[in-house]
């Protein structure tokens, strides 16, 4: 995974940015809201969501970073100057790298003279007869292999010498030439103060509240009843007596058949 380029976040910067980072998600991930708490983005999510909006986050911080890149070019550029300056007007220091490249060259040259010299004496020692010089030719090859040694030995005791002396010297200085002036320390400082605070944390917080579970509505208790109801009631089994009074009996009368004009024979009127 790869980091987008913002136009103001220079590639050296990119370490600084991603540390902040991890310092970010390390501390909402210690603060969380207990609302985000189900929130579903992971702590890798939430990193390549901020590695994509890196020139939104960065731009929180877009003063502090500016400074910080001014004063780091300011000091680069009189570092550079300082260690131009010895060179071009040293007298001194002229004669030191002219003795260093002489310390170099002396073992070369003189190997490969000595190399030379002893090929040549030996080939001619092969005829027959040899020449009278080819012995020459031997010793004087043999004592430029001496020379040789001598000077590998002397330029490895000067080379050593010399490193512990600049290591002496950045020892007693309190610093090397990676070390950062304070200033540019401090714009450092402040420009990662001012990312995490104003950029990364408050950017994190809005994306784990975009992630928040979204609430349902509590439904109605339901009848625990397994039947369905039906749009219609049963039929009334009710008894035919029910309602009615118990005391109330049918009554009965009997003909009358008697009649004031009806009689038998004996008694046809008069």
């Known amino acids: 995974?790869?980091?987008?380029?913002?136009?103001?976040?220079?590639?050296?910067?990119?370490?600084?940015?991603?540390?902040?980072?991890?310092?970010?998600?390390?501390?909402?991930?210690?603060?969380?809201?207990?609302?985000?708490?189900?929130?579903?983005?992971?702590?890798?999510?939430?990193?390549?969501?901020?590695?994509?909006?890196?020139?939104?986050?960065?731009?929180?911080?877009?003063?502090e970073y500016d400074q910080y890149v001014k004063l780091r070019a300011e000091?680069?550029?009189?570092?550079?100057a300082g260690v131009l300056a010895p060179a071009v007007g040293g007298a001194g220091e002229a004669g030191a790298g002219v003795?260093?490249?002489?310390?170099?060259?002396?073992?070369?040259?003189?190997?490969?003279?000595?190399?030379?010299?002893?090929?040549?004496g030996y080939l001619l020692k092969m005829l027959s007869p040899p020449p009278p010089f080819a012995d020459t030719l031997l010793s004087t090859g043999w004592v430029f292999?001496?020379?040789?040694?001598?000077a590998i030995l002397v330029a490895a005791v000067?080379?050593?010498?010399?490193?512990?002396?600049n290591d002496a010297s950045h020892v007693a200085d309190g610093g090397g030439p990676d070390r950062v002036p304070e200033e540019v320390a401090l714009a450092r400082d402040a420009w990662c103060e001012a990312l995490l605070?104003?950029?990364m944390l408050p950017f994190l917080r809005a994306a784990l509240a975009e992630q928040r579970p979204a609430k349902t509505a509590v439904d109605p208790p339901?009848?625990?009843?397994?039947?369905?109801?039906?749009?219609?009631?049963?039929?009334d089994f009710s008894s035919p007596a029910e309602g009615r009074s118990t005391d109330r009996r049918p009554t009965f009368s009997s003909p009358d058949f008697s009649s004031p004009d009806f009689g038998g024979p004996e008694h046809q009127p008069d």
């Open 222 to 235: 339901r009848s625990t009843s397994r039947i369905p109801k039906i749009g219609y009631s049963g039929p």
């Open 145 to 150: 292999g001496a020379l040789t040694a001598a």
């Open 75 to 80: 000091s680069r550029s009189a570092t550079a």
């Open 99 to 120: 003795a260093a490249v002489a310390a170099v060259l002396a073992p070369l040259l003189a190997g490969t003279a000595a190399a030379i010299l002893l090929i040549v």
């Open 1 to 63: 995974m790869h980091m987008n380029s913002a136009p103001h976040l220079l590639n050296e910067d990119r370490a600084d940015y991603e540390r902040v980072l991890a310092e970010a998600l390390r501390t909402a991930h210690e603060d969380r809201d207990p609302a985000t708490v189900g929130a579903r983005l992971t702590s890798e999510q939430l990193r390549a969501t901020a590695l994509n909006a890196t020139a939104l986050i960065t731009a929180a911080a877009a003063a």
């Open 197 to 199: 605070h104003r950029g």
């Open 158 to 165: 000067a080379l050593l010498l010399t490193a512990l002396r």
